[in-house]
């Protein structure tokens, strides 16, 4: 599984049309806790989504790629200075 997490736990609350309005994952990873929940509203509603500039945006795969490669002793070593 991705960010470090070989096992986790999905809870999931479907509603009376059979679809997914909230899910909430938890495991433990190399890097700390993991406990994440996401809620969906206004389900197959219209939306306008307007793209953000280029310099705005990062690609995840490649920011999570760069984390695991430093050093968490060093990290903490930082915080404490």
Do not use: C, Y
């Not at 960010?3 to 999931?12: I, K, P, R, S």
């Not at 690609?59 to 984390?67: H, K, N, P, T």
């Amino acid at each position: 599984m991705a960010l470090g997490v070989d096992e986790a736990t999905m809870d999931m609350w479907i509603d009376g049309d059979d679809h997914t309005r909230q899910f909430r994952i938890r495991g433990d990873a190399g890097k700390g806790p993991l406990d994440m929940t996401i809620t969906l509203l206004d389900v197959n509603e219209p939306v306008t989504v307007t793209a953000p500039p280029a310099q705005d945006t990062v690609d995840i795969a490649e920011m999570m790629d760069s984390l695991d490669s430093l050093d968490p002793m060093e990290s903490q070593e930082d915080a404490a200075a």
